[in-house]
């Protein structure tokens, strides 16, 4: 079986996403530009603009992030488009586009950041700035269930823990610490480690978020010419890293089943057909990101146990790593990977396997998205996996030294809250979870809301998922992701938490009556 890669779906034109912004910039300049004679002609330029924008854009996003939509011929009307516009408006925008489709201005970086997908937190936050105008009147506005945030705040402790180091006498947060953490930090992780997760005898490295500790990953695991497999739905971070390190050709993507389950028997099938044994890494979200699925234990014991088995027949001794990325470990609903010694079912079971890395986040369970603090666990009984820590110091060495002292102060606080904080705050999002549910209930299918804090819809067949977006957006008052950035286009990420459960029943309802209308032809 072929491995598909990345690069596999960009051959072809490009587009750069800096002439989108401008196409887009150009569209909200003219949205606020009516006069009395010409409104009615305006606003079906734009809105003739906004489409052509989009069937550019969307056709350039599949190009470059999607593992299974087929290639087109870049569609470039949005140049003929704004050309028209402009002369309506009496001025004149050039949009300067090469002969091969790509910006005149990509030479001044290099190909691999390029070739990197662009962040759609970022273009979807760009689209509620473009409409907030039209919401003003509503007290609350567009409400966002894109971002993957909590609505609450973090413990108290944490503060406390950050004043407290603050009106000491004397304190050291001006200074750097060890690479791998704060001395009294990664003990206490440590120690949590073992209670919660099952795993003993780990090294730790605090890391500036749990992104840079897969970047962390990326840079020690994988060499020039190898590979790491992802699956699709993928969270696409993990995407944009090896992308912009080691090319879109390092990215194997790989199918889910119908449960949103890595496709196991593909993964072995891969390996087989991996003749010059150029995969180091296998990557696996749990629970998933963008999936919403909470994997259950037999699987994630099966894929640590094929990853093993392929490690024991490499005759040159190439290592295959298998990273987990815990990040979402409190937001497992159905309790899949409940330790077995844990009176209460709070604790999450992690393999102590030696080839297995593992990647935690005070992000999402502790609310503490904006203090920057992730880490990663490896097991320092085995002696690849302890080559591994000590050459992963290189990279941690590199890019941050340290985590921000304040951050990992403001972490061991949370750490003193318990878990149990973090489980009664999850609890709380059922309210919510259960109304994004039924609003996408419609649809032809949907994955996800057993686990993390969200869940994929797909369209109806030939819908296209961008397009749907700036409609929620504009025209209902709700942001989403478009599943076309997670490699699954003609599919929508919801996120459940985002909102307390009051507010996130309304914006459920806007959800709803926005599928209704746009996918189910409720509008017609």
């Not at 550019?56 to 470059?64: A, S």
């Not at 919401?135 to 971002?147: C, K, M, R």
């Not at 995407?239 to 194997?252: P, W």
């Amino acid at each position: 079986m072929r491995c598909r890669s990345v690069s596999d779906l960009q051959k072809g034109r490009r587009f750069s996403f800096r002439t989108l912004q401008t196409t887009l910039a150009a569209a909200t300049a003219l949205s606020h530009s009516w006069t009395a004679c010409g409104a009615f002609q305006s606003t079906t330029i734009l809105r003739s603009a906004r489409r052509d924008s989009f069937r550019l854009q969307n056709t350039w996003r599949r190009q470059r992030a999607s593992p299974q939509y087929p290639l087109g011929d870049l569609i470039t009307t949005t140049t003929r488009s704004m050309s028209g516009m402009n002369e309506q408006d009496g001025g004149s925008t050039s949009i300067s586009i090469s002969p091969d489709g790509t910006n005149n201005l990509s030479g001044a970086t290099s190909d691999l950041i390029q070739s990197t997908l662009d962040p759609c937190v970022i273009l979807m936050k760009q689209i509620i700035s473009r409409h907030a105008h039209q919401w003003e009147h509503d007290p609350n506005g567009i409400y966002s269930l894109a971002q993957g945030v909590v609505y609450w705040e973090p413990p108290r402790h944490a503060q406390s823990a950050i004043l407290d180091e603050l009106q000491a006498s004397t304190n050291d947060l001006h200074k750097y610490c060890p690479d791998e953490g704060l001395p009294e930090l990664v003990a206490a992780l440590q120690t949590k480690l073992a209670k919660e997760n099952g795993l003993e005898s780990t090294n730790v490295m605090v890391t500036s978020g749990a992104n840079q500790a897969y970047m962390n990953c990326v840079l020690t695991f994988l060499g020039e010419g190898e590979k790491c497999i992802v699956f699709a739905p993928y969270y696409f971070n993990h995407v944009m890293a090896i992308q912009s390190t080691r090319g879109n050709d390092a990215v194997l993507v790989g199918p889910v089943d119908d449960n949103g389950y890595p496709d196991l028997k593909w993964l072995q099938e891969t390996w087989d057909s991996d003749e010059d044994d150029l995969i180091r890494m296998v990557t696996v979200v749990n629970p998933g990101n963008p999936t919403g699925v909470s994997l259950p234990r037999a699987v994630l014991d099966e894929v640590a146990d094929m990853t093993r088995l392929h490690n024991e027949k490499s005759v040159d001794k190439k290592r295959t790593w298998l990273i987990m990325d815990n990040t979402y470990e409190h937001f497992d609903h159905p309790k899949y990977n409940t330790l077995q010694q844990d009176k209460d079912g709070n604790g999450f079971h992690c393999s102590n396997a030696d080839h297995v890395v593992h990647i935690f986040s005070f992000s999402k369970g502790y609310a503490m998205a904006g203090y920057r603090v992730g880490y990663i666990a490896l097991s320092n009984e085995g002696e690849f996996s302890e080559e591994a820590y000590q050459q992963m110091l290189k990279v941690q060495d590199t890019i941050p030294i340290c985590t921000t002292r304040i951050s990992q102060v403001a972490a061991l606080g949370a750490l003193s809250a318990g878990r149990s904080w973090v489980i009664d705050k999850v609890a709380t999002l059922e309210i919510g979870r259960r109304a994004i549910l039924s609003a996408l209930e419609p649809l032809e299918r949907v994955i996800g809301g057993s686990g993390a804090m969200y869940v994929m819809g797909k369209l109806p067949d030939g819908m296209d998922d961008q397009e749907v977006a700036e409609r929620l957006v504009e025209e209902y008052g709700i942001a989403i992701i478009p599943g076309s950035f997670c490699g699954k286009p003609g599919w929508i990420r919801v996120c459940y938490s985002n909102l307390p459960p009051t507010e996130c029943k309304i914006a459920a309802e806007r959800l709803s009556n926005g599928i209704s209308d746009i996918c189910l032809g409720g509008d017609k």
